[in-house]
């Protein structure tokens, strides 16, 4: 590869997600993948930003952003970078997979007046996820990082940043509005940061980056790469996507996601449902979990198979598993809020244990637990008139066939591709032009209609499910 800047502009987008960091280089009009670089991250709940860099570095060698004009990240969202006085880490930064902060959102939900109040207030409910309960997790656990601490940012915000000293053009930290509303104070509804609750969770003041409009620039390094706000991962898919309005977005990756675009802020006070901005000047209330696509790997784990097999054997069972229904709390939950919930296995028989009624009850309980998210969107007066199905187990044969009847709606299956990314480098081709967002074409792999004649039996497969987990967990 060359050097030269390209006849046509071009422009890169940036995934630093849980697990790797994924980088797109796109026409900036068409969005058309002209190369694309990828790199691991380390595995764990908590991890040394010097490694996104590294991952960073790695995806994009070789020239790979050889003639791009701009840049932006999009980035997992809630983690604690901690820096001192010169910007180094504190400690490794802890991630939104990181549940050790449980007890400190249930004090922090108490001390400030109760859920109804976070939700107005703030938009968000803290739960365990959220950067604000793991400040207050250093205060009462690490008091001498604390003390070292002068500011905090997001995973994108640093990886933003540091690309800028890269290239000699940082001047402060940014972030953006969809990346700011998931840390617990700053408010989707005010558009503004809350220092008393910085002031509530750790007893003092904390430098936070500036919050950046939709397109305007971070900066711009030495040799002229403009690089955008960036924003977080969820906002950037919906970036990646076109989401309109009556579009949701299932998100079924390393963590689940339900997600759509709204023209006004929620305020939802059993915390089920976020009221997150997006990257547009909108909003996006959004509903996680942290089991989706684990549960199948886990699921074929048990049952000694690969991935392609148990979709094969869920096939060839009938809906409903024969009885078995699967809560499928593994690695405790998100949402709802149950961080030491484990996985239950209901209604077993001697006549239901085979591996096709096994594997048929994983991939349900996985979407069983995405459609009540979807539930609990439209139950904040959010229109959902179809689903748009994205992330690594959109693939599964299995997943496709049960999604419509499961959601209730048509379902979308966009053509595999990294959104994140995507979206990240749709918001630099539009800080690079100031024209606004440009439009590219989403192109659609499968569209998966619901069956009208399994209502009545969809219909008992979501009240069994929704039985199991009133007894066990209220």
């Known amino acids: 590869m060359t050097s030269t800047r390209s006849a046509r502009r071009l422009v890169a987008g940036v995934d630093t997600s849980t697990q790797s960091c994924k980088v797109l280089v796109c026409d900036a009009e068409t969005g058309e993948v002209v190369r694309q670089g990828r790199a691991s991250h380390p595995d764990g709940t908590e991890v040394h930003p010097d490694a996104w860099w590294a991952a960073y570095e790695e995806a994009t060698q070789d020239g790979l952003l050889d003639g791009v004009s701009a840049i932006a990240v999009g980035g997992q969202q809630h983690g604690m970078v901690t820096l001192d006085e010169t910007d180094e880490v504190v400690r490794p930064a802890l991630l939104w997979n990181d549940t050790r902060s449980a007890a400190e959102a249930t004090a922090l939900v108490d001390e400030f007046g109760g859920a109804q109040r976070w939700a107005d207030e703030v938009g968000v409910v803290p739960v365990a996820s959220f950067t604000i309960t793991k400040l207050r997790w250093l205060r009462d656990h690490e008091p001498g990082n604390l003390a070292r601490t002068r500011s905090c940012v997001l995973p994108h915000d640093w990886l933003t940043g540091r690309i800028l000293k890269q290239g000699n053009g940082f001047r402060e ?40 409009g939709p397109t305007e620039r971070a900066g711009e390094t030495a040799d002229g790469l403009v690089v955008g706000p960036g924003t977080g991962d969820n906002a950037g ?24 675009r709204h ?56 809906p409903g598993a024969g009885g078995l229904t699967l809560l499928p709390y593994l690695d405790g939950e998100r949402t709802p809020n149950l961080p030491d919930a484990a996985g239950t296995l209901a209604g077993l028989t001697r006549t239901n244990a085979t591996p096709e009624n096994l594997a048929r009850a994983v991939v349900e309980g996985m979407l069983l637990n995405l459609a009540e998210a979807l539930d609990h969107l439209r139950g904040q007066g959010v229109d959902v008139q179809r689903v748009l199905l994205i992330g690594g187990a959109a693939a599964s044969t299995a997943v496709r066939d049960n999604a419509a009847g499961l959601f209730g709606v048509p379902v979308h299956v966009p053509v595999g591709g990294e959104y994140v990314a995507l979206g990240a480098a749709r918001q630099a081709a539009a800080a690079l032009t100031g024209d606004g967002f440009p439009t590219w074409e989403v192109r659609t792999d499968a569209v998966l209609e619901p069956d009208a004649t399994q209502a009545e039996r969809i219909a008992e497969i979501r009240g069994r499910y929704a039985d199991l987990r009133g007894r066990l967990h209220g």
Request: aromatic share 6%; hydrophobic share 50%.
């Open 173 to 212: 930290w940014v972030t953006d509005r969809g990346d700011a509303s998931g840390t617990g104070y700053w408010s989707a509804t005010t558009g503004a940061y809350l220092p008393e609750l910085v002031d509530l969770a750790i007893g003092r003041e904390l430098g936070l980056p500036r919050v950046l």
């Open 237 to 260: 898919a919906a970036l990646g996507l076109e989401l309109a309005p009556g579009d949701a977005v299932i998100s079924l990756g390393t963590s689940g996601t339900a997600f759509a």
């Open 263 to 318: 023209d006004a802020p929620v305020a939802d006070p059993s915390g089920s449902v976020a009221s997150f901005a997006d990257a547009t000047g909108q909003f996006l209330p959004l509903l996680a979990t942290l089991n989706a696509a684990r549960v199948m790997t886990a699921g074929a784990s048990m049952l000694g198979v690969d991935l392609p097999e148990l979709d094969r054997l869920a096939r060839a069972a009938e």
